[in-house]
Nanobody
Framework: QVQLVESGGGLVQAGGSLRLSCAAS????????MGWFRQAPGKEREFVAV???????DYADSVKGRFTISRVNLKNTVYLQMNSVKPEDTAVYYC???????????????WGPGTQVTVSS
């Protein structure tokens, strides 16, 4: 079992930066692929970024070059550094854990409750 809690969301102006954190419980955190997803009102949940246990990363095209995912296994924490944010980045951001290498939401077994990010223009 893995429990996840996101933090760091809030209101930011377009062009600004924000760092999201996801704290995880469990002694096997290091073995999970950790992903960030987001869901805007009226839209499907979409993949943002993933970092695998190896440290390899993948990003959605819409955030590539602006967002950076990282993890500190000793702290059981994964981060999402968001730079040059845009109004279209406004969404609830979710942290998730998977035992497989994937960018597909349905393959993530564990989810946090989410944190709201609002980007003003």
């Amino acid at each position: 079992q893995v429990q996840l809690v996101e933090s760091g969301g809030g209101l930011v102006q377009a062009g600004g930066s924000l760092r999201l954190s996801c704290a995880a419980s469990g002694r096997t955190f290091y073995s999970y692929a950790m992903g960030w997803f987001r869901q805007a009102p009226g839209k499907e949940r979409e993949f943002v970024a993933v970092i695998r246990s190896s440290g390899n990363t993948d990003y959605a095209d819409s955030v590539k070059g602006r967002f950076t995912i990282s993890r500190v296994n000793l702290k059981n924490t994964v981060y999402l550094q968001m730079n040059s944010v845009k109004p279209e980045d406004t969404a609830v951001y979710y942290c998730a854990a998977s035992t497989v290498r994937t960018t597909t939401a349905s393959e993530y077994a564990y989810w946090g409750p989410g944190t709201q990010v609002t980007v003003s223009s």
